[in-house]
């Protein structure tokens, strides 16, 4: 696991340096830069932080050549299939320098060329220069399911790509600018979908792409994508058939994700997903396995839906693992700024703080980390799955049922400091959507701040730079791609290309590389999803009408396997108590960062709607505790990029170039 950059016709070696320092954090272990000027005046620039997970000697240093230096790659993450293909290339007479699968990956390029990441399982996002023919280009790949990050920028003949946004403003002549299509997406979901970033100018190259630059022109190439069967297909395979090649393909892809030469360990919940990895762990490890689970001491958990800690604990003692209850009290104040650097991108998910914490404590007996994250999108698991089966019904009751039933929803109070405070929340947005056109009642249902709303909350300045932009759009795109699907397969694909590509995996990946931990996801093997995605009907994802079982196929798959009460109970929530941080420990900080001078100042906003959210949330009277926790971000973010464009990241960058020089 790494962190890497590179330049093309753009800056010089201290900005290379600058580049690969400030994500120093992805890979403690070596760096490493390579530059090429060629006759014609083109340069080019590669540069790596290295997280030593496979070949830890120096033969895994990079950037990385072939054996004439006609092909230079810098690369981050990992090839899970790639003692295979290398026993495939030996067999054709290469011979290796190392055991990593950075070389490895290099021969595929040198053999087949840019077809070779259609031969990859993975995780991944490199950069390989290719110098061998009369035009020079730079190859950037990122892996099927978007797991590994990869930016970019182009300003005409200039190029530059880096794992992590704040990479490239260390560039010369670039700067943190607002990208207001991105911002009205981002007060939409708390989020931006990708290929979009909240920097005006910095993309993502998107997930199950290719890139070739060459000659100014960057040209991008779908050469993956995840396959749905149409909506009348009939299933060949029955329900015994199927459980058993899910547990089959399920255990391989964790065992072959268990391949390392530090030490791995496995996050665990008292959901499902953690505890399915950490059972095939269990089985093919020699040793036992280290669990590492966070919670929130009592005061914390009060009418907040967090996982009960006391369930991972014994399904670990069951599986015979080294478990760790980590019990964290943060000090948030400091903690969030921190995360907002690191996270790059204003990320409006409480849980991102959970997830770096339960990081940093892992590092200290482990390196790499194995997580659940893709199993609610391969296998159907979240609550607004079923929503949308209850929509059927609820468009189908009379129109005067529903007309009471909205207002008594919208006149409840919030039930703050109680658990059903998120049924009530989800049921406001059911309510409030299910009358719609089943895409648009889901894409309401992932929708955090409705039109209305923003028309309340934007000053007419940001209201006039948002008029015509939908920021559905991307996921309209989505839709109109499974069009021929089942309509539960059209929300999981969405789910798969847009929320947790954008989301989960972003903030997976940024909180552990915080902390220099490695997470690798067994559920996002590309063999496994395929197979799920073409063979497995809805039915056996999504069981029954009224209270439908959520991920049934996995379910039975992992009997015998996972604990009863595991398999028995609702989906647990990797959370965070951020109601109670708006209320005490975050009371003073939003106060400042949201006060009606601020806010005015930013002219984003109308303040006075600002201050109704926080005093209804303050009072009980509704819960805004993510609409808050967004507008606090999107502040911080603001603050730490866009004010200080010679703060944090340049600040950083600055103090390495005498050391990496």
């Known amino acids: 696991m790494c962190g890497i950059a590179g330049t093309v016709n753009w800056g010089d070696s201290q900005t290379l340096a600058s580049m690969v320092h400030v994500q120093e954090h992805r890979g403690p272990d070596d760096s490493g830069v390579w530059e090429r000027r060629l006759p014609d005046g083109a340069g080019f620039g590669l540069g790596s932080r290295r997280l030593a997970i496979l070949d830890l000697s120096a033969a895994g240093h990079m950037p990385m050549s072939n054996a004439d230096g006609s092909l230079w790659i810098t690369y981050n993450g990992e090839i899970y299939n790639f003692q295979q293909l290398r026993a495939e290339l030996e067999a054709h007479g290469h011979i290796f320098r190392s055991r990593t699968d950075t070389e490895v990956l290099l021969r595929m390029y040198e053999r087949e060329g840019r077809d070779c990441v259609r031969r990859l399982n993975g995780m991944f996002a490199f950069a390989i220069v290719d110098l061998r023919g009369a035009k020079p280009l730079l190859f950037l790949a990122r892996d099927h399911f978007g797991i590994k990050p990869l930016y970019y920028v182009q300003r005409g003949q200039r190029f530059a790509f880096a794992s992590e946004a704040k990479a490239l403003l260390q560039l010369p002549g670039l700067s943190a600018e607002i990208d207001y299509e991105a911002l009205h997406q981002y007060l939409t979901f708390l989020w931006v979908p990708d290929p979009r970033t909240m920097f005006r100018g910095i993309w993502k190259l998107p997930a199950g792409h290719y890139g070739v630059l060459q ?172 929503a949308q089966r209850w929509a059927v019904a609820y468009r189908s009751s009379p129109k005067a049922v529903r007309w009471v039933l909205e207002r008594t929803l919208e006149s409840m109070p919030a039930l703050r400091n109680t658990p059903v405070k998120g049924l009530l929340r989800l049921a406001r947005k059911m309510a409030r959507s299910a009358a719609l056109p089943p895409q648009d009642s889901f894409l309401m249902n992932s929708t955090y701040l409705d039109d209305a709303q923003k028309s309340q909350l934007y000053t007419p300045a940001l209201r006039e730079a948002a008029a015509g932009l939908d920021p559905w759009s991307t996921h309209r795109r989505y839709f109109d791609t499974v069009a021929h699907a089942d309509f539960l397969h059209q929300m999981l694909y969405l789910d798969t290309k847009a929320f ?144 200080a464009q010679d703060g944090p990241a340049h600040a950083d960058a600055e103090r390495a170039v005498s050391t990496m020089a």
């Open 215 to 386: 000659d100014g022109e960057f040209k991008i190439q779908q050469y993956w994508d995840l396959s749905f069967p149409a909506s009348d297909t009939s299933y060949a395979a029955d329900e015994t058939e199927l459980v058993a090649a899910v547990r089959q393909k399920f255990c391989d892809s964790v065992r072959a994700q268990m391949v390392s030469d530090v030490p791995v360990g496995a996050f665990l919940s008292a959901g499902l997903d953690s505890s399915s990895i950490v059972a095939a762990m269990a089985r093919a490890a020699a040793v036992p396995v280290r669990t590492y689970t966070i919670t929130f001491p009592a005061k914390y958990r009060v009418g907040e839906k967090l996982d009960d800690p006391a369930v991972a604990a014994r399904t670990a003692r069951q599986l015979g693992c080294v478990h760790q209850e980590i019990v964290v009290e943060p000090e948030v104040t400091s903690v969030l700024p921190k995360l907002t650097w690191h996270m790059d991108e204003p990320t409006a998910d409480p849980a991102i703080v959970a997830a770096y914490l339960v990081c940093r404590e892992a590092r200290k007996t482990v390196t790499v980390l194995l997580s659940g994250v893709g199993g609610d999108e391969l296998f159907a698991g979240y609550r607004k799955h079923i």
């Open 500 to 643: 947790m590509v954008s989301l989960n995996l972003t903030y997976n990946d940024k909180m552990s590389m915080a902390s220099s931990v490695e997470t690798r996801v067994p559920f996002l093997d590309r063999e496994l999803a395929e197979f799920v995605a073409a063979s497995v009907p809805p039915a056996m994802k999504l069981r029954g009408f009224w209270f439908p079982t959520t991920k049934y196929i996995l379910r039975k798959a992992m009997q015998g396997m996972v604990p009863d009460e595991v398999l028995s109970q609702p989906k647990a929530p990797f959370g965070a108590p951020v109601d109670y941080w708006l209320a005490n420990d975050l009371r003073e900080m939003t106060d400042d960062l949201l006060s009606e001078t601020q806010v005015t100042k930013r002219g984003f906003f109308h303040s006075e709607y600002v201050r109704k959210l926080i005093a209804e949330q303050r009072s009980g009277a509704r819960d805004w505790s993510a609409q808050i926790w967004q507008l606090l971000t999107f502040e911080l973010w603001l603050k730490t990029f866009v004010d």
